[in-house]
């Protein structure tokens, strides 16, 4: 008999209906109409500025309905049902041709992608396989070869309806390739838990 195991998988959770499709269009409609500043490397790609979870009054209620999520997907990573705080919150404007290049988020253990607006196919967010890491530095690919999950080098994201939610750990780097369609408004958090504790070495993150 032959066994094949996957080693230390990379856990990502998709939330489909995270909040309602009125919900999110409140959301967008509220987000899109706050100041904006361009992204440095792509002029058709806005951002707000970095809100804390009491900063806006719009932000309140969808935090308290997100953290549960952020605590499920949070047992995953370590194995123990915690406090979690999200830290810090932010729209992106994504409008058409616009891009966003790979990337990942410091200071922080879980990030998470709140989708507000519909998102053309060719704008879903993509998961990259790590720059270095101790794989081979060789590839195999050309034609004739396959690509499965311990071949590539990218990973699409689910098709996102507005109010879908997508969590993953801070680390993995992602981008979102060129956008053919439409206006594309999502909101982007970082969260920490409360407290880390190493057989009774602990590190708090608390404010």
């Not at 996957?6 to 959301?27: K, N, Q, S, W």
């Not at 794989?135 to 004739?144: A, I, K, V």
């Not at 969590?167 to 981008?175: K, M, N, R, V």
Request: proline share 8%.
């Amino acid at each position: 008999m032959t066994e094949l195991f996957d080693l230390f998988p990379t856990p990502l959770m998709h939330v489909a209906g995270a909040i309602t499709p009125e919900h999110a269009m409140a959301l967008q409609q509220h987000f899109v109409a706050q100041p904006g500043t361009a992204n440095q490397r792509s002029s058709a790609l806005s951002h707000t500025r970095v809100f804390g979870p009491g900063d806006d009054a719009q932000l309140a209620g969808l935090v308290a309905t997100l953290l549960p999520h952020v605590a499920a997907f949070g047992q995953q990573l370590f194995g123990q049902s915690l406090d979690w705080t999200i830290k810090e919150l932010w729209a992106n404007l994504l409008q058409t041709g616009g891009s966003q290049s790979v990337h990942n988020h410091a200071n922080c253990f879980v990030s998470g992608v709140l989708y507000l607006s519909q998102s053309h196919p060719s704008a879903r967010t993509a998961f990259v396989r790590a720059l270095g890491g101790h794989e081979f530095s060789f590839r195999n690919t050309h034609e004739g070869s396959s690509v499965g999950p311990y071949t590539a080098q990218k990973w699409l994201a689910p098709q996102p309806e507005p109010g879908d939610l997508i969590l993953f750990p801070s680390y993995l780097l992602h981008e979102v390739p060129p956008n053919q369609g439409g206006p594309r408004v999502s909101l982007a958090f970082n969260a920490i838990p409360h407290r880390l504790d190493a057989w009774g070495y602990a590190v708090s993150f608390q404010p």
